[in-house]
């Protein structure tokens, strides 16, 4: 019962939404080139939820993070914040609306300005939504500095003098300064060893806890997605191909796609034999996707309708298990 | 904070002080030399730049037969003390290039910054504009604004600045673009930032080390460029004294009175030299890319 009510009110509810490129020569003539990186995607974030985005490298799963953050404006679709349509805001509603969505970067070295401190980062949020006095800011962003873990002899520091791991440390800092309800982390320990990353995850988690967040967390990791999140929406060239639990879908993918990605899941297990799907061929290209079913080409059980025709996202099963696949749907594939 | 960064920039200055080759010491000082004696032209000038002694014309240097200890560097061919009018030409032709260097840096900036933050129609405008005078020899472009509007000190100081500000706008466009697409503007401004905090608080002081770089190689040629047009007779008017207008109107007496327009050429060219020197070196230590070589 509770499940259902929580479903009627996500915190996030992204439907349709579409972002389209133009690329090409650019200027006033030469041809221009779109390119949809992000296709016709809908999805829920429950609130206290975890939802994970995986996909290959170029799939949208970052452009549907920075449709949703205004960073690429969406070209359509809705993006429903708790009841509020991100979309339609003006940009000085937008910028009040940033306290309660937070983005946390790939690349925190990038992410942190080479020529402020690790502690001015932090207040600044602070500064830019003129909360609280100087001292108060200065009081607050020492104390969540050393939440996250980072001591105080290093608050006055640049971020060249950090490590991965302090960096990210300092970037979720700032992001959770404001206080808000949302944080969107778009592959926050890829650019980190693997001894931190787990460091890192572990920090997220209980920081989940203390903060009360939802998160969104993009990675290409499937491991780290199945131990961190409890929904997965599984990306391919710009489109959803299968979402559901997590549960649901690691032990009974049902696209062809889902399936090779999670036999690729390492196993820990010593003499271990992998059965591995191993797909054939590079993503084909963004500019210039596949007629029908965008992952025809790589797929062992293509037939003459995936060639033609994009399969719907219908359901499968009863616990809101969601794939686009002519195949699992047993549709009438050859003519 | 504020301490901790100020010793950390007290460093690294003297740092470059103990890594500053021979060449861009003597600059450094040469430039040093000169600011003083345009700031104190009043105090150290024998004559003013203005005062005639049509008794007196034309004596040649100290060093020279005829010379005379009450004119260094001799007269000219209105008897006016030749380095009296140097020293005060350093202080006109240091003024209008700094001013123009600034203005130049000032509209390069943020035409950069505009094309950076608009893009399209707004980004192609300015980019068609950067190659219009990158394409056009500014001398040419600076004889038809000075000869179609009447020549003002106000106006020649303007055309001054608007030299070389492509090259402002472009070096600023390529780094603001390169911030704001993946890097820690795009961050600040999910913090919900103002484009203006965006560009002024962040962007800004990371690109300053090339603008300032961009400045002193840009300073020598503005002096260049300012004395090619006093010379031609478009610059600095009489009675009013420049570098180039001094060489300018002492050409009719070059093989009499070779001083007059000599002198005053040297100081260009030890000025212009000193400058791009010390600009090539800064460049090298300012690159981050380059830093530690």
Redesign the interface.
Known sequence: MSDTQQSMNPLLSVSNLRLTFNTGYGGWLGNRRHVHAVDGVSFDVQRGGVLGIVGESSCGKSSVAKSILNIHPPTSGQIIFDGEDLVRLNTRAWRDMRREIQYVFQDPLGALDPRMTVLAQVIEPLIIHSIGSSDEQTKQAHELLEAVGLLAESHSKYPHELSGGQRQRVVLARALILKPRLLICDEPVSALDVSIQAQVIQLLEELKTSFDLTIMFISHDLSLVRYFCDTIVVMYLGRIVESGSIEEVFTNPQHPYTQALISSIPVPEPGHKRDAIILQGEPPSPFNPPTGCHFHPRCGWQKTLCRSVYPDLDAVGQDGQLVACHVVHGRKLDP | ?NE??NTADRKTWRDYLTVMPPSILISAIWIVFIVAVAVLADVIAPYDYKHMDLLDRLRPPIWMENGVWSHLFGTDDLGRDVLSRIIFSIRISLFVALLGTFIGAVLGTTLGFAAAHFRGRVD?LIMILIDFQAALPFLILALAVLAFFENSFLLFVLVMGIYGWERYARIVRGLALSASS???A?????????PA?VYLR?IL??VASAIIVNMTLNFPETILVETSLSFLGLGIQPPLTSLGNMVGFGRDYLLTAWWIVVLPSIVIFITSLAFSLLGDWLRDVLDPTLRGN
């Open positions: 904070m901790h960064r192609d993946t890097g820690y795009v961050a600040v401004r999910v913090l919900g930032a103002s905090r962040h002081p990371n």
